[in-house]
């Protein structure tokens, strides 16, 4: 079993959706959690950073870390077709980015 | 665009052959990082540099090796290459020695896409 798991979809939206992508993992030492977005034959950048449980917001996106349930999620409101791409998930234990784990990437769609 | 540049985009060649990626990393960044990303297997990372010494090892075989020059650009040598080995190879670099734990941004190339026929 992967340490964190992620649906490859694809996930088709329509333009205005709100997007829901989520992760869940295993080991409990994660501390430290990230989403990535990768459009096509481009490098991951990072959208969402947060630290332990909770939500995090910005913009149109929430980060929203459940602990308990070692699950995480992304929102997306107001969808828009730029925003198509896939997102990664990925988390740490404190240190450097040697020790992130990524998962395997949600690739989403909206539709105008 | 990120300000890491890694050259080639992309990369056709044989069985059994060595090539050699590329990367420049953003301007004033002492740490790369070469992450191997399969279909399968997500972002899996390989080896880490700061400022022209091995930090880290991740999952690199003994068939792949790397180095950082004195100028901080890097270099990932494959060799003895397999079927297995096509995926996209990426470079990241970040500030120091990228510590997540102080949100230290690690920033990705565009990547080279190999594939081995």
């Known amino acids: 079993q992967k340490e964190v798991e992620q649906d490859p979809g694809p996930l088709s939206v329509p333009e205005g959706a709100i997007v829901s992508l989520n992760c869940t993992y295993s080991?409990?030492?994660?501390?430290?959690f990230m989403w990535y977005r990768q459009y096509s034959r481009k490098g991951p950048e990072l959208l969402m950073y947060?630290?332990?449980?909770g939500n995090k917001e910005d913009g149109r996106f929430t980060a929203q870390v459940d602990k308990s349930s070692k699950y995480i999620s992304l929102f997306i409101r107001d969808s828009q077709p730029s925003d198509s791409a896939t997102y990664l998930c990925?988390?740490?234990?404190?240190?450097?980015?040697?020790?992130?784990?990524f998962g395997t990437g949600t690739k989403l769609q909206v539709i105008p | 665009d990120s300000g890491v540049t890694q050259t080639p985009k992309h990369l056709i060649t044989a069985t059994g052959q060595r090539v050699t990626l590329r990367c420049s990393p953003r301007?004033?960044?002492?740490?790369v990082y070469w992450y191997q990303q399969s279909l399968d297997q997500g972002l899996q990372f390989l080896i880490q540099?700061?400022?022209?010494?091995?930090?880290a090892k991740g999952n690199i075989l003994e068939r792949f090796s790397a180095q950082q020059f004195p100028d901080l650009h890097s270099e990932l040598n494959l060799s003895s290459l397999e079927l297995g080995d096509s995926a996209l190879y990426f470079c990241?670099?970040?500030?120091?020695?990228?510590?997540?734990?102080?949100?230290?941004?690690?920033?990705f190339g565009q990547g080279t896409r190999l594939t081995v026929v």
């Open positions: 990925a988390m740490t234990r404190p240190g450097g980015y040697q020790k992130v784990t």
């Open positions: 301007s004033g960044d002492l740490s």
């Open positions: 540099y700061y400022n022209g010494e091995e930090r």
């Open positions: 947060t630290y332990s449980s």
């Open positions: 080991n409990s030492a994660f501390q430290y």
């Open positions: 990241a670099s970040s500030v120091g020695g990228g510590q997540v734990d102080t949100n230290t941004e690690a920033f």
